[in-house]
């Protein structure tokens, strides 16, 4: 393999990202949406600053990404993992304020990070490097679709359609579709709940309902999301989310449980990421009334802009 030059200064920034749907169904073969998270950041560096601490602990998580990578013939055939080594002996480290633990893509900006700098070639087919990621990314979480980090990567909105394509070149008509995030004030991590869900999906009885009512629902979020079809967005979104109550209540932290049974609110919701804390996903169609019933939960939704 020809090593292209990889670039030891580079310190190009990548956002976290939200995936709107397809948590969990995704790697079951339904289609997903992820788009980029502007509020958050993070890039390599080896610039000096005051949190030596946070910097040295950095460092060490990225020394055992490397020990993973040496071990995964596939991952590190595209990774340049002598340079890695000599890059983290100088102090490498992931200048980040991605919060871990809250859905928003901190292993992915990580993994994105890391291609980026130190890619043995670029990778120019989608599917491609979405493998490639999905390999990357396994060591957080056990399992991964890669979506995530090809988000970060790119800076653009993904779908995975209906027939596993990845496509970034689209229009999302979502008219008067408003997208916020709630704080749990919870960090969640991934793997064991990951783990927990496919054990669940083991029960012939769980997976069937998953796969047969579920996937199609994610589906059809998606589809009516991009085509701007509030109406019916918003009653597969209630489904969607009751299903979520129901079935994965474990990734619901339990003082949200009643605002996601609530029948008369304005407004869904839907866990984020892996779900267990961090944020949480809501989509409403009125924005004050939405605004009103928040003030009087004492709660400070963060409304998304219209950036994607």
Known sequence: MVHQAYNMESNTCFYGKLMLFGEYSVVRGSMALVIPYTNVSACLSFENKNDLQMQQQSNYELRKFYKYLKINKFASSYIHLDAFFEALKKGLYLQSNVPSGYGVGSSGVLVAAVYQRFKTKKILDYVALKTLFSSMESFF????????????????????????????????????????????????????????????????????????????????????????????????????????????????????????????????????????????????TDLLKTQVFFEDENTQPIFLSESY
């Open 141 to 284: 979480h056990g399992n991964s679709s890669g979506i995530d980090p090809l988000t970060s990567y790119l800076n653009v909105p993904v779908l995975v359609d209906a027939d596993k394509q990845v496509r970034i070149s689209f229009s999302i008509g979502k008219k008067d579709i408003n997208v916020f995030l709630i704080d749990t004030k919870i960090k969640s991590k991934t793997a064991p709940l990951v783990n927990s869900f496919l054990q669940k999906l083991e029960n012939d009885y769980f997976n069937k309902n998953f796969c047969d009512f579920y996937i199609p629902c994610v589906n059809n979020c998606i589809t009516h999301f991009i085509a701007g079809n509030n109406v019916q967005f918003m009653e597969t979104m209630q489904q969607l989310s009751e299903w979520q109550l129901e079935h994965m209540k474990p990734m619901i932290p339990d003082r949200f449980q009643a605002l996601f049974a609530e029948k008369e609110k304005p407004f869904q919701l839907k866990i984020c990421g892996s779900g267990g804390g961090g944020f949480l996903l809501g989509f409403t």
